[in-house]
Structure formats: structure tokens, C-alpha cells
């Protein structure tokens, strides 16, 4: 029996060694087959010259090109190799084309995606960029295609799906910029929702209240010795447009708010409805130690697998820019060149108004006439499946977005949208301000600039610092906030857009610094509406705070300030604390503890935990009249424990809205259990992948890590309220120092490599959770692989 036990065992780990070798035979196959080399010589069609492009340990990439058209050439080649699979994502979401290689699951979001347009408008932006922008396009293109005509190993993801990517177009690269110009600009939902409560009978006053305006003693960007005198135009009060939504209207809003807010989850893309947040903040050498500006950005964006940006350095003959990069796009979008640096955060402009159609046969009435809609047929394949077709109506505003739902009875909800105009020149204003070289240039770029409107901070080695807002901001009737959807007949069209010169700007403020987080742009006194919907102030409020709190600020301050996680959000609510009257002892207990806590929303914090879940819970009070299990308005809920709401007297047996903030905190104690989890333990910075996440591969291509921050912290940390699941953060960092640029620091989370099985596919989440840098170096950096790009003969 031991001889029989003992050759069993020896069988055995001669097994388990034959399964762990061709295990390993496999893997090193398979990485093999789907990683590019990274080194050597490749000779591609379409150089004029030799590129090199050299990378460093980390993945940073650096680009030496003889002419420009050729390092963009160089650009697409890097992007292909390293994010191909992302980039064919993303072509194919802009182009509502995804059923063709996922299949039914994705068809909703395919018609969706189609009705609106965004390939077709990216494919008339293409006409409208000047010469030296559509070389930049089409060699990036070209270098794209060159790589695939190489026969190239493909990403894991086309071997799983069974399909092999096709050549690309111009209009390829130009849609995911509306796709992000989608994603940052969300009034069209909040008066889709505006509507669907105008139907059940809800008053503006009533909305109002559960959508605070922003406060009236908040900072805002600009400040009032900023602004210049100006012309006030068509911003008058008047009457409020009347639509009288029906049941039927109701159900269809609500229907498409619905399947929009799938987009996000199904396609795991990287955006949440309310992620529009981010920070940046420039500060003049009158306020630094090295007598120099110091520029920080930090833009947030949902979190996923890979990255969404790609660190970049291109020295050319025209372009020599170095910074994050969007793979699928030929520009470096926040960073600097050798004498200018910018970064960016969204403005949250309302360049987006539905109008609510009075349909007449096949037409739409409009300034008492009869107009016929436009309509077209759009294709979508589907695998596995029959072709589906849809019909796409639209009016001269826009198209018809509430036909996709298919909800009888309903009026056509036509969007108008200044990123679907026929002249879109954004992509050449990203491509134009890094060859600026001072403020006149910049400002110069940016006149070609549309959507999604951002806020651009500047700063250059001159020790000049500046700020502009730019888009194309709608000029509107008088009446019409914005808010609601109006009559689409002709009375409430837009009477044009704001020149550059009354765009909100300034140039070396006095006040000595700019800081940006989403908050309102404009103070009392400036003459236009850019929007009347904002982030909350909390974050801005806090960074200047930490501005304000030294006489001279140093590159270890601006890294401290983007590490903070001192929440905005218990300082607003500690008097309710305060108030409280808890109901059992444990909450008591819990009471006197958040009282003596510092705020600090760190991960091995306990207090965090109860706190963020204790917010959780009271942030459901209205769940029932906006029709959202979480509420996310967080000056609705102190106004309304303060004064009292409709809502407190409903909710189980509570009488007054500090009764129900004490039940909310028994419910939150409930939730985390008798041993209550360190707040990193529950909210954890999640990296999904597109499309492995749905597969057992996931515990392979996505990560989680334990994180710090809420919503409103400067490094921010917002999550989803059901889970705790940290789904947005800070998506890139840079700091940039012009007492030497090449003092410079940046970092985004994942890697560089898109690449599962590469080993830049993760290698920078370490350092992006300690809030860590890389150098951001133009020169003296150190090559870890170098590949030559040489033209065919």
C-alpha cells in the first residue's frame, strides 16, 4: 500500500509539474502572440524620415521626429501598439456600431448612440479643420494603418471576439472627442428630469429646492475685480416658456434617462452621469518660493481598464509637447512644451436645450408653418443576429432622441447641442495650443474651440498666469433659463453665440491665483448665462483654503494639496451631528466620535466608514419624489433637516427631518455590522475592464485597491452609494513648475499597456494610490527600449 501511495504521489506531482510547465508554455505563448516588440527597426509605409521613439521603465513614451506630420505618424503607431483594443472600443461606441461584435447585449445602446449622431457630425468636423490640423489627423491615421498592415499581434480581446480590426478614417479619431464632449456636457438630463417632474405636477419652486441654485457666498472662478465692462445681450428676465408635459411624456423621459444611464454601466465606459469634476489651479511666483508660476491639474473621470490617458513626449520641428494624450486622439490635451503649460477642468456650460415638438403629420409645426422632419435609415449589425434597422427623425434643431424609447403619445423631444453643428473645430484647438508659446497664441488656439467647454488655466516661463473659458456659448431668449425644455416653434431658438472677447477670461488676476473645480465661473457683475447648474463648491472652497494658508507655496504643497483628503462634506454636516439625538447607545458612542474626528477620509479610517454610510442613508430622503434610490444634493439635505421637507414626515415613524437623520444613523450602523469596517475595507478604487469584466478573466484584467476620499474631497474618491465602490477619481495628475519644466511631475493610474498580459498593463497603480509622480521630462531620462520607425525604401 505505501509503494501504491507513494507512486501515486510521485504521478501526482509529475502531473501538476506537466500542467504547471504547459501553463507556463501557454502564457508565454500568448504573450507572444498579443505583445508588440517595442524595439528594433519597423518599416512602415507613409514616413518621410526615421522615427525614435524611445520608452522609459515606466512606459512614458518619447517621440523624435524630423517633421511633425511624422511624429503624429509616430503617435498613432504607439497608440495601435499599446491601446488598440481600446481605441477600436471606441470608434465603435462613437459609431454606435458594438452589436456587431457583442452582440443583442449592446443593440439598445447601439440605436441610442445612432439616433444622436456623433459619427456623422465627426465626420463633417473633419471638412472644417484648417490644413495643418487635417495633416495631423491624417498622418496619425495613416500611422495607425501602417501598423496594421504589418500584420501586427493583436490584443487579447480581438482573439476572444473573433474579429480583426479594419483601416481607419479621420472621422475614426474625431468621434470619441464627441463622445467626451457627450459625456462632460449633462444639462440635456437634468431637464429631461426637469420634465418628467413638470408632468406629475412638481413646481419650479418645489425643483428648486431639491436642486439648490449654487450659494450666493460661494467662490466663484472669476472674481469681481477680473471682470472687464461689457455689453449685457438677450439675458434679460421674462416669462418662462409653458410645455404642459403629459403622462405619456413622463414615461417616455423617464425611459430615456433610464437607457442613457445604462450607457455608462453596459459599455464601462469611463464617465458617470455625475463625474463631470475635476481640479486645477494655477499660482503666480508673487506666491511660491521660486518667485515662479506652479500649475496643478487633476481631471476626474470614472475609473476602468486600461487608462484612459497615455503619458506622452513629441519633439518635432512645430510640436514639441509633452503630457497625457488620449489614445484614438493626435494631441497632447493637458501638459506643457517648453515654454507654455495648461490644464483643464470641466466648466459644466449649458450648450444643450431640448425642444418639445408640435407634430402634424409628417411634420413639425414651426413659426406657423408645416415642416417636413429629415429622416434617415441607420443599419446596425447585430452577431449572431438578423440586421436591425431604425429610422432616425430630425428637426433644424436636432435630432428626435425620445423616438428610441418608442413611448406612444409622447411629443418628439428634438436635442439641440452645439457639438452636432456642421463646423466643429475643437481637435484643432487641442492641436494648436501646445505650439503656442505665449498668451496671445494660446488665446488665439482656443478661438477654434466648441465643446465640451473646459476650464483652461495657462501659465509660462515669463511668470505670467491666466484663465479662459471657451466654447460656443449659446445666446438665449429672454425666459429661457435653460432648465426646461421649450416649445420647439420658432420662439425660443438660440439668437447666436458669445464672441471670444466676453468668454469669462483673465490675465494675471490680482488676487494672485486661479483655482478651478467646477464650481460657478462667473461673480455678480458678469453680463451673460454660461449655465445656472453647478458642482458644489466644496472642493474649490478647500483648495483655496490651502492657497490661502501659506504666504508662498512649493512643489511638495501642490503634491500635499492633491493628496487631501480632509472632507468638505463632515465640516458641512457636523452641526446635524451636533443636534443629533441618537436612539440607541451605539449610535451615541458613534456620536461622540465623529464629533472628536478630524475629517480625514483616510482608508484605515472607521469614522470614515460610519460617516460616508451614515451620509448614504440620509441622502435617500426624497427617493420616492425624484424617483432615485440615492439622492446626491447634499445643500437639499441640510436645508431640509434644518427648515423641514414633506419627505421627513413620510419616512417610516419619523415626525421631523433631525428625527430621521438619527434613523439614518441606526441604518447606517445596521449596514456596516457589529465590526465596522476601515473606510479603504468598503471603498475600494475599482479598475474594470470594457469587456474582460463580464468574463472569468476578470480576476485577471481588473483591479481593486483600497482607497481613500468622498465626493467632495480634493483628491476625490466618489463612489457608487449602493456598494461603496470607488468608480471616479483622479483619472491624471500634473504639477508643472516654471522655475524648470523639467521639474515637472505627472502620473495616471493602470500603465501605459493596455495589454493584459504586459507588464506596464498595471505597473503605475502603486504609485497613482500614494499620490506618487513621475518625472515629466523632455531630456536626461532614461531609455529603457528603443524602436526605430523607418520608411519603406
Known amino acids: 500500500m505505501r509503494r501504491v501511495l507513494g507512486f501515486l504521489g510521485r504521478l501526482l506531482l509529475v502531473l501538476v509539474g506537466v500542467v504547471a510547465v504547459a501553463g507556463m508554455v501557454g502564457w508565454f505563448w500568448l504573450r507572444g502572440a498579443t505583445l508588440p516588440p517595442h524595439g528594433g527597426r519597423l518599416a512602415l509605409k507613409g514616413l518621410s524620415a526615421p522615427v525614435e521613439l524611445s520608452r522609459e521603465a515606466s512606459g512614458v513614451l518619447h517621440i523624435k521626429a524630423e517633421t511633425d506630420a511624422d511624429a503624429f505618424f509616430a503617435l498613432g503607431v504607439a497608440h495601435a501598439e499599446d491601446r488598440l483594443w481600446q481605441m477600436e472600443f ?70 476572444l471576439l473573433g474579429f480583426k480590426p479594419a483601416p481607419w478614417k479621420p472621422a475614426d479619431v474625431l468621434v470619441w472627442a464627441k463622445m467626451m464632449a457627450y459625456d462632460l456636457s449633462g444639462n440635456w438630463r437634468t431637464e429631461l428630469q426637469r420634465y418628467a417632474w413638470a408632468a406629475k405636477g412638481m413646481s419650479p419652486e418645489r425643483m428648486a429646492q431639491l436642486r439648490p441654485p449654487y450659494p450666493s457666498d460661494a467662490p466663484t472662478i472669476l472674481q469681481a475685480q477680473d471682470l472687464k465692462p461689457a455689453t449685457p445681450c438677450c439675458t434679460a428676465p421674462g416669462a418662462m416658456p409653458l410645455v404642459n408635459p403629459s403622462s405619456s411624456d413622463r414615461k417616455a423621459a423617464k425611459a430615456l434617462l433610464k437607457l442613457a444611464g445604462t450607457l455608462p454601466r453596459a459599455l464601462h465606459l469611463p464617465w458617470e452621469m455625475k463625474a463631470r469634476a475635476s481640479n486645477n489651479w ?69 450648450v444643450q436645450d431640448l425642444y418639445v415638438m408640435d407634430e402634424v403629420g409628417n411634420g413639425y409645426r414651426y413659426q406657423g408653418q408645416i415642416e417636413p422632419w429629415q429622416t434617415r435609415s441607420e443599419v446596425i449589425k447585430v452577431k449572431g443576429q438578423p440586421d436591425v434597422t431604425i429610422k432616425v427623425r430630425s428637426s433644424r434643431y436636432g435630432p428626435v432622441i425620445n423616438d428610441v424609447v418608442k413611448n406612444a403619445g409622447a411629443k418628439p423631444l428634438c436635442l439641440r447641442w452645439t457639438a452636432l453643428d456642421p463646423t466643429d473645430q475643437t481637435m484643432q484647438a487641442f492641436i494648436g495650443i501646445a505650439r503656442a508659446h505665449n498668451w496671445p497664441e494660446f488665446k488665439a488656439a482656443l478661438k477654434n474651440y466648441n465643446a465640451p467647454s473646459q476650464n483652461f488655466v495657462y501659465a509660462d516661463v515669463d511668470g505670467n498666469i491666466g484663465y479662459m473659458a471657451p466654447a460656443r456659448f449659446p445666446i438665449r431668449r429672454p425666459g429661457d433659463s435653460g432648465l426646461m425644455p421649450v416649445p420647439g416653434d420658432g420662439n425660443w431658438d438660440w439668437q447666436g453665440y458669445l464672441p ?69 462634506l463632515y465640516a458641512a454636516f457636523r ?115 470594457q469587456v474582460l469584466t463580464n468574463t472569468p478573466l476578470k480576476r485577471f484584467s481588473d483591479r481593486a485597491v483600497r482607497d481613500g476620499g468622498d465626493r467632495y474631497t480634493v483628491n476625490r474618491g466618489a463612489y457608487d452609494p449602493a456598494t461603496f465602490t470607488m468608480n471616479v477619481g483622479s483619472s491624471y495628475r500634473e504639477i508643472l513648475d516654471f522655475s524648470n519644466l523639467e521639474n515637472s511631475l505627472f502620473i495616471h493610474p493602470m500603465g501605459q499597456s493596455g495589454n493584459l498580459l504586459s507588464g506596464q498593463y498595471a505597473n503605475l497603480l502603486p504609485m497613482w494610490l500614494k499620490v506618487q509622480y513621475l518625472p515629466m521630462k523632455t531630456q536626461g531620462y532614461t531609455v529603457q527600449k528603443r524602436q526605430m520607425l523607418e520608411p519603406v525604401p
Open 282 to 350: 494655477v499660482i503666480s511666483g508673487s506666491r511660491t518660493v521660486t518667485g515662479k508660476p506652479l500649475l496643478a491639474n487633476d481631471p476626474h473621470l470614472g475609473l476602468g481598464a486600461p487608462s484612459i490617458w497615455y503619458l506622452v513626449d513629441i519633439q518635432a520641428p512645430g510640436y514639441k509637447a509633452v503630457g497625457a494624450s488620449f489614445p484614438g486622439l493626435p494631441a497632447v490635451v493637458i501638459g506643457r512644451n517648453d515654454r507654455i503649460g495648461w490644464g483643464v477642468t470641466t466648466v459644466g456650460a449649458d
Open 90 to 159: 471606441q470608434r465603435r461606441i462613437g459609431a454606435g456600431r458594438l452589436s456587431e461584435v457583442l452582440g443583442q447585449a449592446t443593440l439598445e445602446q447601439d440605436k441610442f448612440l445612432r439616433t444622436w449622431g456623433f459619427y456623422r457630425a465627426a465626420q463633417q468636423d473633419y471638412a472644417s479643420l484648417d490644413p495643418y490640423s487635417k495633416t495631423a489627423v491624417d498622418a496619425y491615421v495613416a500611422g495607425i494603418n501602417a501598423y496594421l498592415a504589418t500584420n501586427p499581434p493583436l490584443p487579447l480581446e480581438f482573439r
Open 575 to 689: 452641526p446635524v451631528l451636533q443636534a443629533l439625538n441618537p436612539i440607541s447607545t451605539a449610535a451615541q458612542s458613534w456620536k461622540t466620535r465623529l464629533l472628536a474626528w478630524d475629517g480625514l477620509t483616510r482608508p484605515d479610517s472607521q469614522e470614515a466608514s460610519v460617516f460616508e454610510a451614515w451620509y448614504t442613508e440620509l441622502s435617500r430622503l426624497p427617493a420616492k419624489e425624484v424617483g432615485q434610490p440615492f439622492w446626491e444634493e447634499p445643500r437639499y439635505l441640510l436645508e431640509a433637516i434644518k427648515n423641514g421637507d414633506p419627505n421627513c414626515s413620510i419616512q417610516d415613524t419619523t415626525q421631523t427631518c433631525l428625527d430621521y437623520a438619527a434613523l439614518a444613523l441606526e441604518k447606517a450602523l445596521d449596514r456596516l455590522g457589529a465590526n465596522i469596517p476601515r473606510w479603504g475595507d468598503l471603498h475600494k478604487a475599482t479598475f474594470p475592464h
Open 500 to 568: 471670444q472677447d466676453q468668454w469669462p477670461q483673465v490675465y494675471n488676476p490680482k488676487e494672485g491665483f486661479i483655482v478651478t473645480a467646477n464650481n460657478k465661473v462667473t461673480p455678480p457683475g458678469y453680463p451673460h448665462t454660461i449655465s445656472l447648474e453647478w458642482e458644489e463648491p466644496y472642493r474649490a472652497e478647500r483648495i483655496r483654503q490651502m492657497i490661502l494658508a501659506k504666504d508662498k507655496l512649493s512643489l511638495a504643497d501642490m503634491q500635499a494639496m492633491q493628496a487631501d483628503v480632509t472632507s468638505p
